[in-house]
Nanobody
């Protein structure tokens, strides 16, 4: 099973940008549909964006649509979350997750492998 490691989190001012990366090791990332989730303090983990095994256009939930974008580079075994025009409500721990089934899923329990998460803080 592939291992996932996120990076790229940190502090950013409202309106700024961050690019999160998710690097895979110990397996072939192209075998996994991928998702980005986030969890704010005291709240459940929620789906943010997902992308299929191929490099088809990804999908993001309405709360971040037009601001966030998911992409992948299977040759590098990496998945990315480009975050633009961030807002304070985007503050959370961001996790990447992989599932071997075709297509991504909104449900955290449908993913077999998870990264450890990377913290994103949006404040002035």
């Amino acid at each position: 099973q592939v291992q996932l490691v996120e990076s790229g989190g940190g502090w950013v001012q409202p309106g700024g940008s961050l690019r999160l990366s998710c690097a895979a090791s110990g397996g072939t990332l192209s075998m996994y549909s991928m998702g980005w989730f986030r969890q704010a303090p005291g709240k459940e983990r929620h789906f943010v964006c997902g992308i299929s095994k191929t490099n088809a256009p990804g999908y993001c939930v309405d709360a971040v649509k037009g601001r966030f974008a998911i992409s992948r580079d299977n040759a590098k075994s990496e998945v990315y979350l480009q975050m633009n025009n961030v807002k304070p409500e985007d503050t959370a721990i961001y996790y990447c997750a992989g599932r071997t089934e075709t297509g991504f899923s909104f449900l955290p329990n449908s993913y077999q492998t998870w990264g450890q998460g990377t913290q994103v803080d949006v404040s002035s």
